[in-house]
């Protein structure tokens, strides 16, 4: 799986999180969601992900380009 991927999966995850526990727990939660939006909005254009740096170093992901790469050797 290269990063790009498991960022969009981690980032579907959280965002259903987030909304479930809105409706069950506590309405206060719905600036979590705004959060994550608000950080894949800003990784769009700046290409800045925290979450794809430590997907990177703590699980050894790698890009598609790189994948692609190693895949052409």
Request: with cysteine; net charge positive.
């Amino acid at each position: 799986m290269s990063i790009e991927r498991a960022v969009t999966a981690f980032a579907g995850i959280m965002i259903l999180l987030s909304v479930a526990l809105t409706y069950w727990v506590h309405p206060g939660f719905i600036w979590f969601t705004v959060f994550i939006g608000a950080n894949l909005f800003q990784q769009s254009f700046t290409g800045f992900c925290p979450a794809s740096i430590a997907m990177e170093r703590v699980f050894g992901l790698k890009s598609e380009v790189e994948l692609y790469k190693a895949s052409q050797k």
